[in-house]
């Protein structure tokens, strides 16, 4: 695991396998972290699921497609996960990832 602090105090963990590939990333800060350099060339799949959320309330989950993701929170407190299924070596239980 890779941590590391945005200047804007959200502190985020790259989950990485052991042949060198991330495969999870968690966020945890007052705001939220800047989710396309984030999350690289799975963003379309992250603003797809916002787009299918109900206006925007509540947490996002989204359990469908390449990549998994849960993002909860509101202003001054949020926190989530995004994971490629495929990717999570089989020792790796992702209810873990925090």
């Known amino acids: 695991m890779d941590q590391s602090q945005s200047a804007d105090g959200v502190t985020i963990r790259e989950y990485v396998s052991a042949g060198n590939v991330v495969f999870a990333v968690t966020w945890q800060g007052p705001v939220l972290p800047d989710m396309q350099a984030l999350l690289g060339s799975y963003f379309p799949n992250y603003a797809a699921a916002g787009q299918r959320r109900a206006r925007g309330i509540g947490p996002l989950i989204s359990r469908n497609g390449e990549l998994q993701i849960e993002s909860v929170g509101h202003q001054g407190a949020f926190a989530g996960r995004a994971f490629v299924p495929r ?10 990832l925090q």
């Open 87 to 96: 990717l999570v070596p089989a020792n790796v239980n992702v209810d873990d």
